[in-house]
């Protein structure tokens, strides 16, 4: 009887101390939100590369001082078995835009203008393409405009960010979707149909010096 008492006596001082481990974990997190944020940027990298059929590979934004927008240069795949045409980009105020920005660019063969997201982003299987403003993110780069927003959707504005990019150099911040999303229609056997997809968890982006 005395060992059993003893042994259990030594299991609810291991408990204890497990539970106050995790209490100070949560503690820290708490304290400390560059490390809660830093997790959650993780979780929605590894959700969004994964997504299907349109996954996110590559995504950062920058403060652009030029005119105070924030532009990402956002890389989509199309992980599915057939081909898409992106029709709509949804934002957190669950709006969607369906046209994006060119400035004249020559090596790219594009006059400059506002133009429909189906005029360019159809994607066959495994096949990537990006949105970048070439004036923050390179010359080299092929200049396909859109924005992100806290104010409402709206031309080329994804709108309804939580949180948007600073015009800090020592603290950018996070681009922070609650809801996001994609319109785009799929063909299979000759019928095309119009479907969306949205996230199952927030769009997290890292936000660079301006």
């Not at 209490?23 to 997190?29: F, Q």
């Not at 990006?130 to 959707?153: K, V």
């Not at 785009?184 to 010096?209: F, H, N, S």
Request: aromatic share 12%.
């Amino acid at each position: 009887m005395k060992m059993f008492g003893q042994g259990a006596t030594e299991y609810l001082v291991l408990l204890a101390v497990v539970l106050i481990v995790a209490l100070v974990s949560v503690a820290l997190l708490g304290f400390f939100p560059g490390m809660a944020s830093d997790a959650q940027l993780t979780q929605s990298k590894m959700y969004w590369s994964g997504a299907s059929p349109i996954a996110i590979t590559e995504i950062a934004s920058k403060y652009y001082t030029g005119d105070g927008n924030n532009y990402p240069y956002l890389r989509m795949k199309n992980n599915g078995a057939y081909p898409i045409t992106i029709t709509g980009i949804i934002g957190g105020d669950g709006t969607k835009i369906t046209t994006y920005s060119s400035d004249p660019d020559p090596d790219c063969g594009i006059s400059g203008g506002i133009y429909s997201l189906s005029s360019y982003f159809t994607l066959s299987p495994g096949e990537e393409k990006y949105f970048a403003f070439d004036n923050i993110w390179g010359a080299a780069l092929c200049d396909r405009e859109i924005a992100f927003s806290t104010s409402g959707s709206g031309g080329i504005s994804v709108g309804g960010a939580k949180t948007n990019c600073q015009n800090s150099a020592a603290s950018p911040g996070m681009v922070v979707f609650n809801s996001f999303g994609f319109e785009y229609t799929i063909t299979i056997e000759g019928q095309t149909v119009t479907k969306r997809q949205m996230g199952a968890k927030p769009l997290i982006v890292k936000c660079l010096a301006p």
